[in-house]
T-cell receptor, first 114, second 113 residues
Framework: DVKVTQSSRYLVKRTGEKVFLECVQD?????MFWYRQDPGLGLRLIYF???????EKGDIPEGYSVSREKKERFSLILESASTNQTSMYLC?????????????FGNGTRLTVT | AQSVSQHNHHVILSEAASLELGCNYS??????LFWYVQYPGQHLQLLLK??????LVKGIKGFEAEFIKSKFSFNLRKPSVQWSDTAEYFC???????????FGAGTRLFVKA
């Protein structure tokens, strides 16, 4: 069974801090994604990556960056955290480059920015 | 713009009642369609998917969904819900051959025992 592991379940950070959210998948999937989940808004795509060192902007990339140095690891970076980035962050992966296959999700990181 | 609309944000049913959750999408081109479920305290998981072929697809735990292309709809159904179906349900759409999957706002289902 595919496992997508997010390094932290809960994080509390201060405004202006640089924040790293880490995600690792163990099934050699090509594609990895970062979403944020907010009540009433569903999931919104921040960034995705279809290969090592490749990244593409999603629908709400402002204030975020990503890094994929190894196939199994995809990091989300908040350069300067702000209170409007308080949210649940979900990492996901999927196999098969160029094919919209089902996503496998991690348990999420609930980030609070104070 | 691409979008997914779920008709109900909150649904409350008694056990054994029938369920239908509406989903409509706006997306150019050929699509892949999904329903995901998030049980309390658990990660999002796939309930069922439609890629091509029979527009009536069956998923886990007795759920099914029907793709009606002319209506841009992919409604989720279950004939008889159980207390354990209490969860949040998300409809999602992606373009065939692409990477992006767009999600609806979700429907919270509460089933009374």
């Amino acid at each position: 069974d595919v496992k997508v592991t997010q390094s932290s379940r809960y994080l509390v950070k201060r405004t202006g801090e640089k924040v790293f959210l880490e995600c690792v998948q163990d099934m050699d999937h090509e594609n990895m994604f970062w979403y944020r989940q907010d009540p009433g808004l569903g999931l919104r795509l921040i960034y995705f990556s279809y290969d090592v060192k490749m990244k593409e902007k999603g629908d709400i990339p402002e204030g975020y960056s990503v890094s994929r140095e190894k196939k199994e690891r995809f990091s989300l970076i908040l350069e300067s955290a702000s209170t409007n980035q308080t949210s649940m962050y979900l990492c996901a992966s999927s196999p098969t480059r160029g094919y919209n296959s089902p996503l496998h999700f991690g348990n999420g990181t609930r980030l609070t920015v104070t | 713009a691409q979008s997914v609309s779920q008709h109900n944000h909150h649904v409350i049913l008694s056990e054994a009642a029938s369920l239908e959750l509406g989903c409509n999408y706006s997306y150019g081109g050929t699509v892949n369609l999904f329903w995901y479920v998030q049980y309390p305290g658990q990660h999002l998981q796939l309930l069922l998917k439609y890629f091509s072929g029979d527009p009536l697809v069956k998923g886990i735990k007795g759920f099914e969904a029907e793709f009606i292309k002319s209506k841009f709809s992919f409604n989720l159904r279950k004939p008889s819900v159980q207390w354990s179906d209490t969860a949040e349900y998300f409809c999602a759409v992606g373009n065939t051959g692409g990477f992006k999957t767009i999600f609806g706002a979700g429907t919270r289902l509460f089933v009374k025992a």
